[in-house]
């Protein structure tokens, strides 16, 4: 595998990463709307899985993450392809 394959293909696992911990997220936020103080840690687990087996849902994340894969992927080199990830925002949302 050459260099600038061996970089996109890290890219990827790390926005694949984003996707799930934006899915906790948003898990996060349902149980602390819907659960109140009680039982925080059984309640965010609930919406956790349910968030992550949720096809529909898993659809909607990705969506939000599409581009950055397309850009990823047409990124003419390897300096392209990580200046891509520094400007992927660390904090706020990526909307």
Same mark, same amino acid.
């Given at each position: 595998?050459?260099?600038?394959?061996?970089?996109?293909?890290?890219?990827?696992?790390?926005?694949?990463?984003?996707?799930?911990?934006?899915?906790?997220?948003?898990?996060?936020? #349902?149980?602390?709307?819907?659960?109140?103080?009680?039982?925080?840690? %059984? /309640?965010? &687990?609930?919406?956790?899985? @349910?968030?992550? *087996?949720?096809?529909?849902?898993?659809?909607?994340?990705? #969506?939000?993450?599409?581009?950055?894969?397309?850009?990823?992927?047409? %990124? /003419?080199? &390897?300096?392209?392809?990580? @200046?891509?990830? *520094?400007?992927?925002?660390?904090?706020?949302?990526?909307?």
């Amino acid at each position: 595998m050459d260099r600038r394959a061996s970089v996109k293909k890290l890219l990827f696992i790390l926005l694949k990463e984003f996707e799930r911990l934006h899915l906790e997220n948003m898990a996060l936020k #349902a149980m602390l709307i819907g659960s109140g103080h009680s039982d925080i840690s %059984a /309640a965010w &687990e609930k919406h956790l899985a @349910e968030f992550v *087996s949720d096809p529909e849902l898993q659809k909607q994340c990705h #969506a939000k993450f599409a581009s950055l894969y397309v850009q990823i992927e047409q %990124a /003419a080199d &390897e300096a392209a392809a990580l @200046e891509l990830l *520094s400007k992927f925002p660390t904090t706020g949302t990526i909307n």
